[in-house]
């Protein structure tokens, strides 16, 4: 049974700094495309970024450059590390995890971790 744990949340003010973090149990890490998505009440969860078994990274636009995807596949750990946090970036951020076996399509969510920028 696959559970993802996140970490890492909390208040901060603009321009401040956290790093999440997602420990995966389970079997499926290694082969499993890690991704962070975010979600505020009454709009539809969105993409952050995503890393795969091969290191290539995807971010939404509204976080280039400020925030960084990573993986500790010895760990099964991934993590975001997100700096020059703005009030926009408020959100229950949310660990993904997604694998295919045997043409299987295989996805998992973390429970959430709330982030929240003001000052």
């Known amino acids: 049974q696959v559970q993802l744990v996140e970490s890492g949340g909390g208040l901060v003010q603009p321009g401040g700094s956290l790093r999440l973090s997602c420990a995966a149990s389970?079997?499926?890490?290694?082969?499993?495309?890690m991704g962070w998505y975010r979600q505020v009440p009454g709009k539809q969860r969105e993409l952050v970024a995503t890393i795969t078994t091969g290191g290539s990274t995807n971010y939404a636009d509204s976080v280039k450059g400020r925030f960084t995807i990573s993986r500790d596949n010895a760990k099964n750990t991934v993590y975001l590390q997100t700096n020059s946090l703005k009030p926009e970036d408020t959100a229950v951020y949310y660990c993904n995890e997604m694998a295919r076996i045997f043409s299987k399509t295989l996805e998992y969510w973390g429970q959430g971790t709330q982030v929240t920028v003001s000052s």
């Open positions: 389970g079997s499926i890490f290694s082969i499993s495309t």
